[in-house]
């Protein structure tokens, strides 16, 4: 058994790549059968999380949307809604954020040593905080952590920046990606994985495609890493 959640990110792309316009602003790339596989995807994990610049561009709730998977939860004896974790190294999360504000449910701030301690202090009124890294949030270490707070089975939903980390450190158990069909371009677009990237082919993270499905005028591909 591992000594971190089972981990998987979900996201949405255009055909070439991108996941946001150039501006950094969502736009629509997905449809209702997608949506619906996400909350799906959403009501089925024990916590969902994106980084720090998700927040402040899209400040998303990531609450469960259907009311009949909400009732599942709670009939399970869970919170209607999974934990929600934002890596957030310089405790930058806006007290006023959708995530701190709607839907019910444990709400986890991940910090580094050096955030400053008041902001630290006020977001402890809204959220549980986790310390983990000196100067950046140490991602082995704050996987590691959320196992032991109960975490088994980790969605990341963004953005570019916090895939790619977690790929690349080997924290990620699959991927599974909308690609939808329209092109955004734009070579400042944020694409499904951003970063320093690699010099070598060898450094390159390996993948298996284990499923695709056809929907929305799109296509949703599953891959396990390694």
């Known amino acids: ?45 024990d916590a969902v999380m994106v980084g720090i610049g998700t927040v402040l561009a899209d400040d998303p709730s990531l609450t469960v949307k259907s009311e009949e998977r909400r ?14 974790i934002v890596v957030d190294s310089g405790a930058r999360t806006p007290l006023t954020a959708d995530i701190l504000n709607k839907g019910t449910g444990r709400r986890i701030i991940v910090v580094s040593q050096s955030a400053p301690e008041e902001r630290v202090a006020a977001l402890r009124e809204k959220a549980e905080i986790l310390v983990a890294g000196k100067d950046q949030v140490d991602l082995t270490t704050m996987s590691a952590e959320l196992k032991k707070r109960g975490i088994g089975r980790l969605m990341i939903e963004g953005g570019a920046t916090l895939n790619y980390a977690m790929t690349s ?34 450094q390159a993270v390996g993948l298996k495609l284990i499923k695709y499905e056809p929907i929305d005028g799109g296509i949703v591909l599953t891959w396990k890493t390694g």
């Open 169 to 202: 450190s080997g924290l990620v158990d699959e991927i599974s990606v909308f690609v939808g069909n329209l092109i955004i371009g734009g070579e400042n677009a944020p694409t499904l994985m951003d970063g320093p990237g690699i010099s070598e082919r060898e």
């Open 1 to 45: 058994m591992q000594d971190r959640p089972y981990t998987f990110i979900n996201s949405a792309m255009s055909a070439d790549g991108k996941i946001s316009t150039k501006l950094r602003k969502q736009v629509k790339i997905s449809g209702r059968t997608d949506f619906d596989r996400v909350d799906e995807l959403r009501a089925s994990a």
């Open 71 to 84: 009732r599942r939860r709670v009939s399970a004896g869970l919170d209607e809604n999974p934990a929600r």
